[in-house]
């Protein structure tokens, strides 16, 4: 038999390369790769590269940089290790990264990584293999399933790609550069890919694209379906005890997303919805096309339908311009809103993006003042959010074995607030109320509530 060869990834950022890179893995398996945790002894290590945090091209060379180390030690082992830069630093800077580290042997952009094993052999034919253009198929319809020991494997929760790429351009962002124009997979897809994961186990699924409200599928119909009718669609698949979706732009929350949360219980009600600034100055210059009270208008809707609905959000501080009336106004709307968790960020300029232009910088100092200001607010909502759950009872869909105390076993509300009980390894799988009794730092600790149900999926009502 062939010795299996060795695959170790390493993925930055956003969920979305979470989800690219087990499709990596799925895509090589195929080609004789096994997953391993470590990159010292890979056969080829790939680096799923992320464009939108701040100082993320650094960070990738710095890697390759102990990357180079450990490909040479491999040599003088005798073996041929592969490294591959993939994602959206790939995408974005392509042959600079070979002429910056040739150690690198492939660059593939995050529309491409279907082709990893034509690259690879291209890779070992001409000592380096590059495909950061957008192809014309569909990398979706290249893509192998899935095997159910690896779908096993990775968890009672599954990521599904449902859209990829923005027509946005905001002025700060580079995904309608790195990842192109938006493309809604069909509706018969996605039901297929769900299906699969539910019969292999995963009992949450977790709808992802760089702008997934915007969501706009070939349905069975042949009509253009909206998220919201998808999402009743999916809730309709055996298995399925809960459903979330992200990332949300305020412009695409529809009639029928709003419906979504309102009458199907297996929506949880956290939705991840960034507005990024409260002054409206600051929102056109991002070209967000929406202001603070659309904004406020849509959260509106949301808790209209859904009493016991929470939010998480984005936010960038110091974008260039902002005034500390402006920064104001963020505080204020943050104030106004209350949110369940939220991040924040300081506004780094992306190279090849309209606010890179922009002259009217923010002093260093200013931006990290005004971030610990607006950070100090946001945890302290999020911490009185957390505490309110003390004394309750919360349904919580348990996923795995505690790594750090033995005989408890750690799920997540329907808020993804992680929670911890005394417990058997059975009740993994099933969605138990559960009382909670204390809080330490961002987990909540508490005991079952009534004994273990046999059916996995038959208590998914949501614990407020």
Not at 142 to 165: C, M, N, W, Y
Not at 396 to 422: D, S
Request: proline share 6%; hydrophobic share 40%; net charge negative.
């Amino acid at each position: 038999m062939t010795t299996p060869r060795k695959l170790h990834i390493k993925s930055y950022g956003c969920q979305m390369n979470v989800y690219d890179a087990q499709r990596m893995v799925d895509t090589l398996a195929g080609e004789g790769f096994v997953e391993t945790a470590s990159a010292e002894d890979a056969d080829l290590v790939i680096l799923n590269t992320c464009h939108i945090r701040e100082k993320a091209s650094e960070k990738v060379y710095s890697e390759l940089g102990r990357l180079r180390v450990a490909k040479e030690e491999a040599a003088r082992d005798g073996r041929d290790m592969k490294i591959a830069v993939a994602g959206c630093v790939a995408q974005a800077e392509g042959e600079e990264i070979i002429h910056r580290a040739p150690t690198v042997d492939i660059v593939v952009g995050p529309q491409s990584y279907h082709h990893l094993p034509q690259l690879l052999k291209r890779a070992k034919a001409n000592g380096r293999a590059l495909e950061t253009e957008f192809p014309v198929e569909d990398k979706f319809g290249f893509l192998p399933q899935p095997k159910p020991d690896a779908i096993r494997a990775r968890g009672i929760s599954a990521f599904v790609t449902v859209q990829e790429g923005c027509d946005k351009f905001c002025t700060f962002c580079v995904v309608p550069y790195t990842r192109g124009a938006e493309v809604s997979r069909p509706v018969a897809k996605i039901v297929d890919d769900v299906r699969q994961l539910t019969e292999n186990g995963v009992r949450e699924i977790t709808l992802i694209g760089q702008n997934v409200n915007a969501y706009h599928g070939d349905g069975p119909d042949g009509r253009a379906w909206p998220l919201g009718r998808l999402l009743q669609r999916l809730a309709e698949i055996p298995g399925v005890a809960r459903l979330r979706y992200s990332t949300s732009h305020p412009r695409d929350v529809d009639d029928s997303l709003i419906a979504a949360h309102r009458d199907l219980p297996e929506l949880m009600p956290f939705v991840h919805l960034p507005v990024q600034s409260g002054a409206d100055r600051v929102l056109a210059a991002m070209n967000r096309k929406h202001t603070a009270d659309d904004y406020r208008r849509v959260i509106d809707r949301f808790r209209a339908a859904r009493q016991d609905i929470a939010f998480s959000s984005d936010f960038i501080v110091g974008f260039p311009g902002e005034t500390e009336e402006e920064f104001s106004a963020t505080l204020a709307l943050v104030t106004q809103i209350g949110y369940a968790a939220a991040y924040s960020f300081k506004y780094s300029p992306r190279p090849g993006t309209p606010a890179a232009e922009m002259r009217e910088t923010v002093s260093a100092a200013e931006m990290d003042e005004r971030l610990g200001r607006l950070q100090e607010l946001i945890d302290s909502q999020q911490s009185a959010f957390n505490r309110a759950a003390i004394g309750t009872t919360v349904d919580v869909l348990f996923e795995r074995a505690a790594p750090r105390k033995e005989g408890q076993i750690v799920g997540r509300t329907a808020y993804l607030q992680p929670a911890h009980v005394m417990a058997s390894p059975d009740i993994i799988g099933k969605v138990l109320p559960v009382r909670i009794d204390s809080l330490e730092r961002y987990s909540l600790i508490g005991e079952l509530a009534a004994p273990s149900a046999p059916n996995p999926v038959s208590q998914t009502t949501i614990g407020a």
